[in-house]
């Protein structure tokens, strides 16, 4: 979605996860647990997320959005709700900003319902949704930010640069299956950790 990957070389590649990481959770009346929103309402960036963006895009990073979004499938939204939210966080963030140069989503789950119902190579941990996002993009480190274990084992599978945001709203996703390079408290400590990495004297 939004635009098309760039193909030239770039200082480095950065894929976020999107929710909890990039915007705040919301509370979900299904299962009492703040996940991903399902309303345009519901989208909150998070802090310090928008000025981060910039810093990177200022030292030539490509950034990029993967993310499950399985509740559709599940019956719990609409697909054109899950649209909404996607519209509403690109919104925010170019409101603010640089947003991120492509957005990947995986709209099925293995228990899902219809079409979306089946197991496939886009869902993470699977790292299929990162490969068809970076493809074509030069870059010689990558880095994958997250809050759950399926975001740290797509990035892993690849071999890139892992740091795991722990966010506490979203701690029932991490059950230490796969263990990333660093973990930090907020997704601006990530950012500033990126950018300090690829600032430091060689």
């Known amino acids: 979605m939004t635009a098309p990957a760039p193909s030239h070389a770039v200082r480095a590649v950065v894929v976020f996860d999107r ?6 959770l919301a509370l979900d009346e299904w299962t009492g647990r703040y996940e991903s929103p399902y309303a345009a309402s519901d989208v909150r960036l998070i802090g310090g997320v928008a000025e981060g963006l910039s810093r990177l895009d200022e030292l030539g990073v ?3 959005v993967a993310s499950n979004q399985p509740a559709a499938a599940k019956g719990r939204t609409t697909l054109r709700n899950l649209a909404a939210v ?3 966080v690109d919104s925010l963030l170019r409101a603010s900003g640089p947003a991120p140069r492509r957005y990947g989503y995986c709209l099925h789950h293995p228990a899902g319902r219809g079409r979306l119902g089946r197991v496939c190579l886009c869902r993470k941990p699977k790292p299929g949704m990162l490969r068809a996002l970076t493809n074509g993009v030069a870059a010689p480190v990558r880095y994958l930010v997250g809050d ?8 892993n599978a690849l071999g890139w ?5 722990d966010n506490p709203r979203s701690a029932h996703r991490r059950r230490g299956q796969y263990a990333p390079a660093y973990s930090v408290p907020t997704t601006a400590h990530a950012m500033a950790a ?7 004297p060689r």
Request: net charge negative; glycine share 10%; proline share 0%.
């Open 86 to 88: 996607h519209q509403a």
């Open 19 to 24: 929710d909890g990481t990039l915007n705040e």
């Open 194 to 200: 990126i950018c300090h990495e690829l600032t430091k």
């Open 62 to 64: 490509a950034c990029f």
């Open 148 to 155: 759950s274990d399926a975001d740290i084992g797509a990035g």
């Open 161 to 165: 640069r892992t740091i795991r945001v």
